[in-house]
């Protein structure tokens, strides 16, 4: 019984469609996501910086935030922003050295 999810007119389960020769589909490869991510990494740079700046910012009622809410939650919860920020603007370094461009 054919599956609903494969491809019209394939023939064969999906592990015997696939191939890793050089019919393989580009868009699956290292490159080919790379490729496809290039156009956001302006606006990943972006807000990398915006969000960096505002974790700067937010050390100003970073006192207030550790009396009322905990140190434990408030340290956890900043870390978590600040890696997520940074995590983001070194990606998108990363893709701006590699040289991606939007297609």
Do not use: N
Not at 51 to 64: N, S
Not at 76 to 96: F, N
């Amino acid at each position: 019984m054919p599956s609903p999810f494969d491809a019209a007119g394939s023939g064969g389960p999906p592990a015997a469609r696939s191939s890793r020769g050089a019919t393989a589909d580009p868009a699956r490869s290292a490159r080919g996501f790379d490729e496809q991510l290039a156009p956001l990494r302006i606006p990943a740079l972006v807000l990398g910086a915006l969000m960096i700046c505002l974790g700067l910012v937010a050390l100003l009622p970073l006192r207030a935030w550790l009396h009322d809410y905990g140190a434990w939650l408030v340290i956890a919860a900043y870390v978590q922003y600040l890696g997520v920020a940074a995590t983001l603007e070194i990606w998108g370094l990363r893709m701006t050295a590699k040289g991606g461009r939007a297609r």
